[in-house]
């Protein structure tokens, strides 16, 4: 139709951009670094993390429920109306 | 030439970036290659027990008189300070709401403040670029010689006579000590396993570690592009390491000794405001304005869980997990605080009450129950 023009395209800037030459050189030995790095299966991490989990919640006062004994936040039942 | 000059200046820009491309991609494909479990597949095995959330809000200490922007838990687990827009510092009694101490600064907009290991002080800092240690009157003492005594005890506070819990501000100014001094404002600030370090994060993109005693600059720690809003200590006793996120949306993991960043992580759209551990310190959270928490883990060296939902649109400020791991909850601007499961990644459901945007939570030490502060002017605890 007669007016309809594509969007201007938006150019992404990148943010390597804003650098200065002396901190990309840091940016890429830091990146070097880091891939020298050996690492675990993502198994092995969700594993530990989940042992973890399933040890401790039985301990876990917001998940095994509220008692006014064990939990001083809550308000114990008992009033005395005079 | 000074032609030539700048051309082979800018080829050495170009190649660098094209060598910072390459060491992503890598990265990125030897992440993506060891990714062979999803956490949340994990945790719907069946045997996985089914959570029933009833958190409730159990306490509300009104006291600030604008927006309360950073809380911390004593270690006693009933001691809540809280630094607000108005330049206060409450030392609230979180069992009886009662107020113990209130310090005010000279300077509004006081963004962080922690408490001290043994009880016996706080820190806190904001605009002023500063990071200050103020030594607390204990309960049942009427000496402002910031002793030690009541901070282990678990009996009920002695509330001392009215007046006594306020600091009037000649006293307490000249018991101040100024700790840190960055070049923009304090965003976070935590005490290390003792009262005689801070760790703090800033404004000026870089975080810090002071000795308490001589305010000096122990270590500085450089790596963040933009400016840092988050910093936490590793939980386990010999820890070493700190993570910290800002507004570059990465994730930076800390050797404190080396000052060496030792993993970075970028899968936010956004800031990050808030940076937890997991209880083991083998895996760490990050809440941020993308509306998103990412759960990430240090050996796997990846993302590891993205707690989001459809619903949830506005940033996460603050976020902690339950004492278990098994729930993690975040503090978002629309004024609610959102709860997930932590192995399922379902929403666990979301909890009203503040009346403006929440923009701290903190879980007690004990897991009891946790506090939130937002710019209502209130804080809540909620169990």
Same mark, same amino acid.
């Given at each position: 139709?007669?007016?309809?023009?594509?969007?201007p395209?938006?150019? $992404?800037?990148?943010?390597?951009?804003?650098?200065? +030459? $002396?901190?990309?050189?840091?940016?890429?030995?830091?990146?070097?670094?880091?891939?020298?790095?050996?690492?675990?299966?993502t198994? &092995?991490?969700?594993?530990?993390?989940?042992?973890?989990?399933?040890?401790?919640? +039985?301990?876990?006062?917001?998940?095994?429920?509220?008692?006014? %004994?064990?939990?001083?936040?809550?308000?114990?039942r008992?009033?005395?109306?005079? | 030439?000074?032609?030539?000059?700048?051309?082979?200046?800018?080829?050495?820009? &170009?190649?660098?970036?094209? $060598?910072?491309?390459?060491l992503?991609? %890598?990265?990125?494909?030897?992440?993506?290659?060891?990714?062979?479990?999803?956490?949340?597949a994990?945790?719907k095995?069946?045997?996985?027990?089914?959570?029933?959330?009833?958190?409730?809000?159990?306490?509300?200490?009104?006291?600030?008189?604008?927006?309360v922007?950073?809380?911390?838990?004593?270690?006693?687990?009933?001691?809540?300070?809280?630094?607000?827009?108005? *330049?206060?510092?409450?030392?609230?009694?979180?069992?009886?709401?009662?107020? &113990?101490?209130?310090?005010?600064?000279?300077?509004?907009?006081?963004?962080?403040?922690?408490?001290?290991?043994?009880?016996?002080?706080?820190?806190? *800092?904001?605009?002023?670029?500063?990071?200050?240690?103020?030594?607390?009157?204990?309960?049942?003492?009427?000496?402002?010689?910031?002793g030690?005594?009541?901070?282990?005890?678990?009996? +009920?506070?002695?509330?001392?006579?009215?007046?006594? *819990?306020?600091?009037?501000?000649?006293?307490?100014?000249?018991?101040?000590?100024? =700790?840190?001094?960055?070049?923009?404002?304090?965003?976070?600030?935590?005490?290390?396993?003792?009262?005689?370090?801070?760790?703090?994060?800033?404004?000026?993109?870089?975080?810090?570690?002071?000795?308490v &005693?001589s305010?000096?600059?122990?270590?500085?720690?450089?790596?963040?592009?933009s400016?840092?809003?988050?910093?936490?200590?590793? +939980?386990? $006793?010999? *820890?070493?390491?700190?993570?910290?996120?800002?507004?570059?949306?990465?994730?930076?993991?800390?050797?404190?000794?080396?000052?060496?960043?030792?993993?970075?992580?970028?899968?936010?759209?956004?800031?990050?405001?808030? =940076?937890?551990?997991?209880p083991?310190?083998?895996?760490?959270?990050?809440?941020?304005?993308?509306?998103?928490?990412?759960?990430?883990?240090?050996r796997?060296?990846?993302?590891?869980?993205?707690?989001?939902?459809?619903?949830?649109?506005?940033?996460?400020?603050?976020?902690?997990?339950?004492?278990?791991?098994?729930?993690?909850?975040?503090?978002?601007?629309?004024?609610?605080?959102?709860?997930?499961?932590?192995?399922?990644g379902?929403?666990?459901?979301?909890?009203?009450?503040?009346?403006?945007?929440?923009?701290c939570?903190?879980?007690?030490?004990?897991?009891?129950?946790?506090?939130?502060?937002?710019?209502?002017?209130t804080?809540?605890?909620?169990?």
């Amino acid at each position: 139709m007669e007016g309809q023009q594509a969007p201007p395209q938006e150019v $992404e800037e990148d943010p390597l951009d804003l650098l200065s +030459p $002396e901190d990309l050189q840091k940016y890429v030995d830091q990146l070097k670094k880091e891939n020298l790095l050996s690492r675990t299966k993502t198994s &092995e991490g969700c594993k530990v993390v989940m042992e973890f989990i399933t040890e401790r919640m +039985p301990e876990d006062p917001l998940i095994i429920g509220i008692d006014s %004994k064990t939990n001083p936040f809550i308000e114990k039942r008992d009033c005395v109306v005079f | 030439m000074a032609g030539n000059k700048n051309a082979s200046h800018v080829d050495t820009i &170009e190649s660098l970036k094209k $060598e910072a491309e390459q060491l992503r991609k %890598k990265l990125q494909e030897d992440r993506k290659n060891l990714n062979d479990a999803e956490l949340f597949a994990m945790g719907k095995k069946p045997e996985t027990l089914n959570l029933s959330f009833q958190v409730r809000c159990r306490r509300i200490l009104k006291g600030h008189t604008s927006k309360v922007l950073d809380m911390d838990w004593s270690l006693d687990k009933r001691r809540i300070v809280s630094s607000s827009q108005d *330049g206060k510092i409450l030392v609230w009694d979180a069992f009886t709401t009662n107020k &113990e101490q209130a310090i005010s600064l000279p300077t509004t907009w006081v963004n962080a403040c922690a408490y001290a290991p043994s009880g016996g002080s706080i820190a806190c *800092g904001g605009l002023d670029n500063k990071c200050s240690v103020f030594p607390l009157h204990s309960a049942t003492s009427t000496s402002g010689s910031g002793g030690t005594t009541s901070s282990s005890s678990n009996k +009920p506070a002695v509330t001392s006579s009215a007046g006594q *819990g306020d600091s009037t501000a000649g006293t307490i100014m000249q018991q101040r000590k100024v =700790v840190a001094m960055h070049t923009s404002y304090i965003s976070a600030c935590t005490f290390t396993h003792s009262d005689y370090q801070i760790l703090t994060a800033s404004g000026d993109s870089t975080c810090a570690l002071w000795d308490v &005693e001589s305010s000096q600059l122990l270590q500085s720690f450089h790596g963040h592009q933009s400016d840092v809003m988050d910093a936490a200590l590793s +939980p386990c $006793e010999t *820890g070493n390491l700190f993570i910290s996120g800002g507004c570059d949306k990465t994730a930076y993991v800390w050797d404190m000794r080396t000052a060496k960043c030792v993993q970075s992580f970028q899968t936010h759209d956004s800031d990050i405001n808030s =940076v937890r551990w997991f209880p083991t310190g083998e895996a760490f959270a990050t809440g941020s304005d993308d509306a998103t928490i990412r759960m990430y883990d240090l050996r796997a060296d990846r993302e590891i869980a993205c707690f989001s939902k459809d619903s949830v649109i506005f940033g996460v400020n603050s976020i902690d997990f339950s004492v278990s791991g098994r729930m993690i909850f975040g503090a978002c601007n629309d004024y609610l605080v959102h709860a997930w499961d932590t192995i399922r990644g379902v929403k666990l459901g979301a909890l009203f009450g503040h009346e403006n945007r929440v923009s701290c939570l903190k879980m007690s030490p004990d897991g009891t129950a946790f506090c939130t502060g937002s710019w209502d002017s209130t804080l809540r605890v909620w169990a």
